[in-house]
């Protein structure tokens, strides 16, 4: 074989094992986590829990969607739920998102995670207004 050709082909193929391809994160997923989704119907000035903790495994958020049905404000948090829906160390995982009636938000991280839960948490929506009607669904994968 010429050897030119291998001292040009090398270089790119070691290249190419470096690349992180679309889907190879995290690499559990690779042993088939399957995808789940729940279904986000909130009335009212609330703290919501959308994915309750499983033991020691994290959640995965790949997408979610949501529509005010009137003005109101909403934000993703997770923590430890002792007698309310994660009142225990509740980080904020977004900023607040304040709607106007009859408008929304959609965010999909494709094949890759939006946000990742640590371990032992549960993830909550808080929403907030003087009559809340939100609608929407949260995909997420655990594991």
Do not use: H
Request: aromatic content about 12%.
């Amino acid at each position: 074989m010429n050897r030119s050709f291998l001292n040009r082909a090398f270089p790119f193929f070691i290249a190419l094992s470096l690349i992180s391809w679309p889907g190879a994160w995290p690499a559990a997923w690779a042993l088939g986590p399957t995808g789940q989704s729940v279904a986000i119907n909130i009335a009212g000035s609330t703290t919501t829990q959308l994915v309750a903790p499983a033991g020691a495994t994290q959640i995965y958020v790949t997408g979610w969607d949501v529509l005010a049905n009137t003005a109101s404000s909403f934000s993703l948090e997770y923590g430890k739920s002792v007698t309310t829906p994660c009142d225990t160390g509740a980080p904020a995982v977004t900023g607040v998102y304040n709607f106007a009636a009859q408008s929304g938000i959609s965010r999909s991280g494709s094949d890759q995670p939006l946000y990742v839960i640590p371990q032992g948490n549960a993830l909550c929506a808080v929403t907030s207004g003087p009559s809340v009607s939100v609608a929407g669904s949260l995909s997420y994968t655990q594991f």
